[in-house]
C-alpha cells in the first residue's frame, strides 16, 4: 500500500539558540513523505525551482520516495527563514519567498493517482480538491489547513471537507473554524462539516475526534498522522 504526497516543498535558513543552517530540505511534503516512508512506499508530488539540489532527488530516492511527480519549474524553489526559541516550540518567522511554489498546480503522472492513500499537505482548499479530481477512488484521504485558508477561502474548504476522512488543524484553527472555545465541541463541529475524522493539536500533543466510536487521546502529532494514514 503506498501514500501520495502532495504540498509544498522548500529549502529552509533555521536558527536556533545555538546553530543556524541554510538551504535545509524543508516544506510540508516534504517533511510528511520522509515520516511516511519508513512504513510505506511514498509518491511525492510539488514543484521545485532549478536551484534544488539534485542530491534531494537521491535523498528521496533511497527512502522510497518516488518523486516524479515533483515538477521543476525556472526560478527559485519556495525558500523560508525561521528562528526557533530554546523550547524549539515557540518560532518566528523572519522571511517567507513563495517563488515557483507561488505558481503550483498539481499535475499526478498516471501511476500516482491509483494510490489508495492520500495526504494533502498545506496547500490552498482548491489546489487539494484539484488533487482530488485527478485520484481514482482513493481508500483514505487526509487533509491540512491553516488559519490563512479558514479566514480567506472558506468557501473552497467547506467544499472540499466532505470528500476528506480526516482534517488536521490545531486548536487555534479549530476555534477560528467553528466559532466554539471548547476543543470537544469544535471538534463535533468540525464533523459536521463533513470529514469523518478531526484530529486537533492543542499545545504538544494531538486529539483525534472520530464519529463511532469517540477517541480521545493525547499523543505527538507525527505518530498520529502516520497512523492515520498509513494503518487505516
Request: charged share 25%; hydrophobic share 40%.
Amino acid at each position: 500500500m503506498s501514500l501520495l504526497v502532495v504540498g509544498s516543498i522548500a529549502l529552509d535558513t533555521v536558527k536556533t539558540p545555538v546553530e543556524e543552517h541554510a538551504d535545509l530540505l524543508g516544506g510540508s511534503a516534504s517533511y510528511a513523505a520522509l515520516g511516511a516512508s519508513f512504513f510505506t512506499p511514498v509518491n511525492l508530488d510539488g514543484v521545485v525551482g532549478d536551484d534544488f539540489p539534485e542530491s534531494e532527488f537521491e535523498f528521496w530516492k533511497a527512502h522510497q520516495i518516488d518523486a516524479t511527480g515533483v515538477q521543476r519549474a525556472n526560478g527559485k524553489t519556495f525558500r523560508w527563514s525561521g528562528e526557533y526559541a530554546w523550547d524549539l516550540n515557540t518560532r518566528e518567522t523572519r522571511s517567507v519567498a513563495l517563488n515557483v511554489f507561488e505558481s503550483f498546480s498539481p499535475e499526478l503522472p498516471p501511476n500516482f493517482r491509483v494510490t489508495p492513500f492520500v495526504l494533502l499537505a498545506n496547500i490552498a482548499p482548491q489546489l487539494q480538491s484539484h488533487v482530488l479530481d485527478q485520484m481514482e477512488r482513493p481508500r483514505f484521504i487526509v487533509a491540512d489547513t491553516m488559519d490563512l485558508w479558514i479566514e480567506t477561502t472558506r468557501t473552497d474548504l467547506d467544499a472540499l471537507l466532505p470528500r476528506v476522512d480526516l482534517l488536521i488543524l490545531n486548536d487555534s484553527e479549530a476555534r477560528e473554524m467553528t466559532k466554539e472555545t471548547s476543543l470537544i465541541r469544535a471538534g463535533r463541529k468540525i464533523r459536521e462539516y463533513g470529514p469523518r475524522y478531526v484530529a486537533i493539536r492543542p499545545g504538544q500533543g494531538i486529539r483525534l475526534r472520530a464519529a463511532s466510536p469517540v477517541i480521545s487521546r493525547r499523543m505527538p502529532n507525527k505518530t498520529l498522522l502516520l497512523s492515520c494514514c498509513v494503518k487505516r
